[in-house]
Structure formats: C-alpha cells, structure tokens
C-alpha cells in the first residue's frame, strides 16, 4: 500500500507545521490577548464593586434620611395633635360659657315668667273670690230671700277655696 509508505515522509513535516502555528498562536493568544482580556475582567470586577459599594452607601444614607425624616414627621403630627387638643379644650371652654351665660338668661327668664304667672294667678284667684262671693250673696238672696254681708261672703268662699 503506498499510502502508507508516504505517511513516514509526510507526517514529520504536518507535525512540524502543526506544532508551530499552535506554538505561535498559543504566544500571540496566551501571551499577548489573554493578560489583555483578563485585565479588562479585573477592571470590570472592580469596578461593579465599587459601584456595589457606592449603591449600599447610598443605600444606608436613605435609609437613615428617611429615618430622620420619620422622626420628624411623628414629632410633627404629635405636635399638631397636641395642638389640635389643645384648640378643642378651649373650643369646649368657650362653648362651656357660652351656655352657662344662656342658661342663666333662660333661667333668669322663667323666673321673671314663674312669677308673672303667680302673680296672675293672685289676682285671677282674688278676681274669682270676689265673683265668687257675689254670686253666693245673689244665690242667698234668690233662694232664700236674705241678705249677706259682703265681708262674709268673701270668707265662707275663702274658707271653701281654701278646702277644695
């Protein structure tokens, strides 16, 4: 078989060439682009930590701003509570003395009215004895044909009022 004979002049040669494009490669590649591509990892690397570092830093920064700003709000809406307590109480003051002053008003009132009233009906009482008593001295004189004493009259018709 020839093909065989000419692999023994053949094959030294291919692995020669083989072994020195590989080798070349292997410098240009491993030696010159690799160190390249793994310092631009490394950057990169530290790089995204530091932007990490900055963002957590950021972070913290927020979330104690807004801590502070927590706090103020609370003091704020604790303070304005207070306040508004405080605007009612003297709301419920004012009211308070507002009605006592009215209340006096509507007592003084009724009393000027309770009175107006006994003194009516004094008078209307007073009015009624005395009607009273003509109408009995005129029911004595009809009925049994004699006359009364005005005086007596009126105190048989007090005494009757006074039991009725």
Do not use: Y
């Not at 080798?23 to 990892?41: N, S």
């Not at 807004?66 to 508004?84: C, G, M, P, T």
Request: charged residues 25%; glycine residues 4%; proline residues 2%.
């Amino acid at each position: 078989m020839p093909q065989i004979a000419q692999i023994a002049d053949t094959l030294t040669s291919q692995v020669f060439w083989l072994l020195l494009f590989f080798g070349l490669t292997f410098i240009v590649v491993g030696l010159g682009m690799v160190p390249k591509v793994m310092g631009t990892v490394d950057l990169r690397d530290q790089q995204i930590a530091a932007d990490l570092a900055a963002a957590q830093a950021a972070r913290d920064a927020a979330d104690s701003e807004e801590a502070a700003w927590r706090k103020r709000e609370n003091e704020n809406r604790a303070a304005a509570q207070a306040l508004i307590a405080k605007a009612k109480a003297k709301a419920a003051t004012a009211n308070q003395t507002k009605l006592a002053k009215a209340q006096a008003r509507l007592d003084a009132r009724l009393a000027e009215a309770e009175a107006g009233i006994n003194a009516a009906r004094a008078s209307a009482m007073a009015e009624i004895e005395g009607v009273a008593a003509d109408a009995a001295r005129d029911i004595v004189a009809r009925i049994a044909g004699a006359e009364i004493e005005p005086a007596a009259a009126e105190a048989a018709v007090k005494e009757v009022m006074a039991h009725g």
